[in-house]
């Protein structure tokens, strides 16, 4: 069965950086989009970044230039490279498959806190 496993996420402070990684299994991964989307305290989910079979990346406005996007096909493993932080850029981060489907798929997400 599919299965996304996130890691990396932590305390860092503002201005500081953090990678985050999804390890893929149960599926062809180098044939899927990928995605991040996140979901800060209170609020909604807000997606954050694609990338396509192609390597082709795609990021929210709110990350643009901050915020890079990877995949590693042969490991099975999406990453999410987090640079400048900001304390808004605190939240839960999922790496996400078919997101566009009627049934995606879920990590169980990274805490990310970024705080002094």
């Known amino acids: 069965q599919v299965q996304l496993v996130e890691s990396g996420g932590d305390l860092v402070q503002p201005g500081g950086s953090l990678r985050l990684s999804c390890a893929a299994s149960g599926f062809t991964f180098s044939i899927a989009w990928m995605y991040w989307v996140r979901q800060a305290p209170g609020k909604g989910l807000e997606w954050v970044s694609t990338v396509n079979t192609g390597g082709g990346k795609y990021h929210a406005k709110s990350v643009k230039g901050r915020f890079t996007t990877a995949r590693d096909d042969a490991a099975n493993t999406l990453y999410l490279q987090m640079n400048s932080l900001k304390s808004e850029d605190t939240a839960i981060y999922y790496c996400?498959?078919?997101?566009?489907?009627?049934?995606?798929?879920w990590g169980q997400g990274a805490q990310v806190t970024v705080s002094s």
């Open positions: 996400v498959k078919d997101l566009g489907d009627t049934s995606p798929y």
